[in-house]
Nanobody
Framework: QVQLLQSGGGLVQAGGSLRLTCAASGSTFSGYAMGWFRQAPGKDREFVAAINWSGRSPNYADSAKGRFTISRDNAKNTVYLQMNSLKPEDTAVYYC??????????????????WGQGTQVTVSS
């Protein structure tokens, strides 16, 4: 079992930056791949970024490439999502997630067993 507690997010103007943080507790965080997903109103949850257990080989959705950076600090049991050059279409509730089985971090939400509580990101134009 692992518990994920998210922080960060909020309201930002287009072109601005935000950093989301996801702190894990309760199990061996360093053994899990981690991902970030988002869900906008009326839309399905979609993949944003994922990272393997060692912090290497990040994987990004096309919409996030070049603007978002996923990273992790296993000593702090924390994963981050740095979001730059934000656009109004990035507005969504963002979720972090932990995958205890797939080591490289997949884009499939179904592969993730544990989810954070979600945090709202709103980008104004």
């Amino acid at each position: 079992q692992v518990q994920l507690l998210q922080s960060g997010g909020g309201l930002v103007q287009a072109g601005g930056s935000l950093r989301l943080t996801c702190a894990a507790s309760g199990s061996t965080f360093s053994g899990y791949a981690m991902g970030w997903f988002r869900q906008a109103p009326g839309k399905d949850r979609e993949f944003v970024a994922a990272i393997n257990w060692s912090g290497r080989s990040p994987n990004y959705a096309d919409s996030a490439k070049g603007r978002f950076t996923i990273s992790r600090d296993n000593a702090k049991n924390t994963v981050y999502l740095q979001m730059n050059s934000l656009k109004p279409e990035d507005t969504a509730v963002y979720y972090c997630a932990a995958d205890p089985r797939t080591p490289w971090g997949t884009p499939r939400a179904a592969d993730y067993d544990y989810w954070g509580q979600g945090t709202q990101v709103t980008v104004s134009s």
